[in-house]
């Protein structure tokens, strides 16, 4: 059994991972790759890290043939990735990368991306693809919404216990330490590697980063009320990885327990025994998420952390074990590779 | 004018900034380095970077001739570093980096570092050494504690909002992002290169760091009451730099003006303009303090980003500022060298 | 078919390698794992990135019973290797990843390794690791010898030109520049992150490294006569990887097409189009090698890069891609996985 | 007294590092800075590091009134730079951090530029800027023009070896390690973060890296016939500084003496013991170059290396060297300031 598999912007860094997880996956077989600035390129001048694989070269989306495809990676930029995905076969199946089909609510989506939505109708029937709490869902689904990297981490960590109601949900502290590769390849003075190196930045300060969205919106929906964390993103030097650490009230044996109960049966998700947290680096080029939770000396407060590779299960991870999902494939196919360390 | 000065732990990362700073100080020179492990070894063997510099071999302590000395800095390790002051001349100024002397209260030494002090005449008459906070009494020391690189940073940003009474209490939240330089040139695992790069890892979990002890005497002597903040240090792959991110609870604006006001008379430390916030490199190798308010989404919350250099205003720039009060000399004499960038 | 396998030293990297290697094999089983200071404790203790794996426990080397063994990998310091293979049931078959059984000659070995070889007949069975040029003698082999990862890179860059006599055999300078990795975990101070941070510094300087000892013996039995590189090797501040800068005098286009030649039918070992050299990081986590060709500006010289990663290419990628010959599995089983970029 | 000084192009990294020695400078006081692009701006929204001083806001050049600047420090894009200069104030003292009145012949200009020279007059009066080697000849200049930082660095380490004629001129190969600062703060996708973290990459490959134009020039006038060498730069992983690897045939101590009697009376550059290498910290952020040699174990071969901050010594540093000949300042003020270690 083979599926056909084509990747939309697959000259970022998200297109890049999404090949190298289908390069060892049984039943992956890539037909199609599109970058529409490096149409004509093979992709080994992209990316000469993949010069061993037998790849098509890079080609514009107006010269895919969809028909033998069976699923559609979009990595995509964001906006762009409504139009495209719009005007595709209504019966493909796709994975987006981007953050266009993420909120449900249009007024919401507006707000925090600045502008109208372009494909109404595809926001509509779009899943939100974080896998282990939509799991039916996108074993369904047409088109899967893959999450914010961040808001992956931050759900992990915490909806396990918004729905055991063992946290006090007006007192949520979130300090995200993100890697460098989860802003692109984009030539930002501030992704320079002079500027970032030995250097730690605060961005999206004061409530603005977008993927407060996801979280305003999935917390809610699990606490059936309005919930609003306080979140800060930091930008450390290093290229791959999240960890982040929830400061939390309510008490920790309580915290531990729902997340160990929420996450038993989960392959990806893996809970640490009570008092130890994770380091970044151990699930470094992985699809697993680590989470540890430590009582604090304030009786009553706990700290949760999490850590996961933005690239892979905050990002082509998630789209690979969603698509294995949705393609009727072992959902772990290709992601058992164990973390790169050191 | 010249004053003689001693270093007694100069093999360390603390020591070898000591040199660095005093290489151009207009007033002091070094006639005494001490290290124990190393005596008897050129400086330029230590650290070659300081090879151009006319300096004396390191020695024992026992063969310091300290009647010529008109101050010591004093970089040893916490608890040899109170059994070695105990026994200096009790006329010799004296600045110590190390833990011993920064807790007043002889009981929550021995909590926070697990032992009975061994000089507590000593103790009894050291001045807690945040210059900014403790000038006066600094002046008119005889005997100068260092503060821990971290509880620095934290009372900087904190200090003049709890003076003000501009932040809940009991709703402080310190998230500390630490560079490696801060725990020293020792040999431990967790400090490899190969561990530490393209990593992130909390440390001292749950309310179990000793500057914690400092944080709970100095801001409970401000608010008058009790003060206890949760606060969870992570080491980052950098190798100078602090970057500590509070989440407070209080109106922005108010918060923002109350460290404006702290600190407007302050060389060294720079409150940025409301909304803004520092980079971590933005200090660094220098003995400036940068601080910036952003209010959060949330109404009545606020973060407070401060950033230093742990072993410049951290520490031996902090302790040189100190030495420089003690002797009568400019207070600003060797610190004002700009951050080092990129 | 499952293949049983034991680790002799895996709570170090290149057995940390090994395992991650090891995982996702189809058909090899770990059932032994030995880490003498650590006896005792689990694997996700020293390696907690290893924890989804159903690892056994580590022992003691006397504590395995290899009668069910069908392969173990030695990944223990030089020197330890040696006495322990010794004592090893003498039909067990064996990679050794250490030093100890590189160097055929007795004396070459006691010269560079600073004393008597302790098991010389397993010295005189040991076939050398280098898979692409002992393909058929490490298929028959029961105790296979890994390469320095140094030693590797240097040889596939270089061992095509000397065979086929296009480069000046006397002329021959070797820079190299290796991560920390290669290193291992052992703590010593040039290694911690403060020191090897923003720096980088040549070691064994002069001729003085012990990996001149396979150039030495494998360059000059291809020559049929004595071939002496001149090689420096330096540190860098990265983890993994090896990138060897080498200077050749010879045609540039000679050597090219020697090595294209060498390494047509060669699925890990990749030649890049004339004129193109290869990034480090191309081959991160991989046990791919690229080597590329760039004539220069003075006539009848050219440059030969080559990259790999040591701990994959460099150790145990090459030591799994032995032990599949050695028991009659596809030789890329287990090391197909694509590079980790970026 | 005091030197009014105007720096052109002050928001890329050698403007700024400029700024960053000026700010300790005991005569030099800055009265004009520009940046066309962010021109209007405080140098504090550019540079935040050099928020608490108090300088000019950034200008258009047009707008600079050049009557009262005692010297100009012109450190804009290359070509840019000769079209500035030729306009400025024929008796205004000038010196230049581009590459633009290097090269003293036209043809070799046009030939390694790629284009005419713009400014034929303003470079027939050109002074190298190698101080330590013309220093009598920028004392009295008008315009001198800065070295490439590789070109300084290379000078330094094999001036004395021609000059003394203890190497084989035909034999020699310098491999180079750059750190990313050197390529400026362009917004170029190799230097990336992501990119450029955890790698090793050469560029300029095969012999056509602009500083040989400057190695061609000055070892060919120091020989007396002309002079090629192999020279290969690579891009590491660090911020600031080049370690240079230099390979020659000749007596090695014949080499360490010719280093040592040229550098005898030499403030900023060190020789250290035969046998003894630097590594590329221990100049971090200072005007000093280290050198060492090493003999190898071919008779007759030698390894010469050499180390500098390229934002330092390599360009900003030099520049305020010379500027300070050419004012009838101490040639050292402002420079004294040790490394940055760790």
């Given at each position: 059994?083979?599926?056909k598999?084509?990747?939309?912007?697959?000259?970022?860094?998200t297109?890049?991972?999404?090949?190298?997880?289908i390069a060892?996956?049984p039943?992956?077989?890539i037909v199609?790759?599109s970058?529409?600035?490096?149409?004509g390129?093979?992709?080994s001048?992209v990316?000469?890290?993949?010069?061993?694989l037998?790849?098509?070269?890079l080609v514009t989306?107006?010269?895919i043939?969809?028909?033998?495809?069976d699923l559609a990676?979009?990595?995509?930029?964001h906006?762009?990735?409504?139009?495209?995905?719009?005007?595709l076969?209504?019966?493909?199946?796709?994975?987006?990368?981007?953050?266009?089909f993420?909120l449900?609510?249009p007024?919401?989506?507006a707000?925090?991306?600045g502008?109208?939505?372009?494909a109404?109708?595809?926001?509509?029937?779009?899943?939100?693809?974080l896998t282990e709490?939509y799991?039916?869902?996108?074993?369904?689904?047409?088109?899967v919404a893959?999450?914010?990297?961040n808001?992956?981490?931050g759900?992990?960590?915490?909806?396990?216990l918004?729905a055991?109601?063992?946290?006090?949900?007006d007192?949520?502290?979130?300090?995200?330490?993100?890697?460098?590769?989860?802003a692109?390849?984009?030539l930002k003075?501030?992704?320079l590697?002079?500027?970032?190196?030995?250097?730690?930045?605060?961005?999206?300060?004061?409530?603005?980063?977008?993927?407060?969205?996801?979280?305003?919106?999935?917390?809610?929906?699990?606490?059936?009320?309005?919930?609003r964390?306080?979140?800060?993103p930091?930008l450390i030097p290093?290229t791959?990885?999240?960890?982040?650490?929830?400061?939390?009230?309510?008490?920790?044996?309580?915290?531990?327990?729902?997340?160990?109960?929420?996450?038993?049966?989960?392959?990806?998700i893996r809970?640490?025994?009570?008092?130890?947290?994770?380091?970044m680096?151990?699930v470094?080029?992985?699809?697993?998420?680590?989470?540890?939770v430590v009582?604090?000396r304030i009786?009553?407060?706990?700290?949760v952390?999490?850590v996961?590779?933005?690239?892979?299960?905050?990002?082509a991870?998630?789209?690979?074990?969603?698509?294995n999902l949705?393609?009727?494939v072992?959902?772990?196919?290709?992601?058992?590779a164990?973390?790169?360390f050191?």
């Amino acid at each position: 059994m083979s599926h056909k598999i084509a990747i939309l912007g697959a000259s970022g860094y998200t297109g890049a991972e999404l090949i190298r997880l289908i390069a060892t996956h049984p039943t992956f077989e890539i037909v199609a790759l599109s970058g529409d600035r490096k149409a004509g390129q093979p992709m080994s001048s992209v990316y000469p890290h993949l010069r061993h694989l037998d790849l098509p070269d890079l080609v514009t989306i107006e010269d895919i043939d969809f028909s033998g495809v069976d699923l559609a990676f979009c990595a995509l930029p964001h906006a762009t990735s409504q139009a495209v995905i719009r005007d595709l076969p209504k019966d493909l199946k796709v994975v987006d990368l981007s953050a266009d089909f993420r909120l449900r609510d249009p007024e919401a989506y507006a707000r925090w991306y600045g502008g109208a939505h372009q494909a109404l109708d595809q926001q509509a029937e779009a899943v939100y693809g974080l896998t282990e709490f939509y799991r039916e869902e996108i074993r369904a689904a047409r088109l899967v919404a893959g999450t914010g990297c961040n808001a992956a981490t931050g759900q992990f960590a915490l909806r396990p216990l918004i729905a055991a109601g063992v946290i006090d949900l007006d007192r949520i502290v979130m300090d995200l330490k993100a890697a460098a590769s989860g802003a692109g390849r984009s030539l930002k003075e501030h992704l320079l590697f002079s500027e970032l190196f030995e250097n730690v930045k605060g961005y999206s300060m004061g409530g603005t980063h977008r993927h407060l969205g996801e979280f305003d919106q999935e917390f809610s929906a699990i606490a059936g009320r309005e919930v609003r964390v306080q979140f800060t993103p930091h930008l450390i030097p290093a290229t791959r990885g999240i960890l982040l650490t929830n400061y939390v009230s309510g008490d920790p044996e309580a915290i531990h327990a729902a997340l160990t109960a929420a996450y038993a049966e989960e392959v990806f998700i893996r809970v640490l025994p009570m008092g130890e947290v994770p380091q970044m680096k151990d699930v470094r080029a992985s699809n697993f998420c680590h989470i540890g939770v430590v009582g604090d000396r304030i009786d009553g407060r706990a700290t949760v952390v999490a850590v996961l590779d933005n690239l892979t299960k905050g990002s082509a991870g998630q789209a690979v074990q969603n698509a294995n999902l949705m393609l009727g494939v072992e959902e772990t196919a290709g992601l058992m590779a164990a973390p790169v360390f050191p």
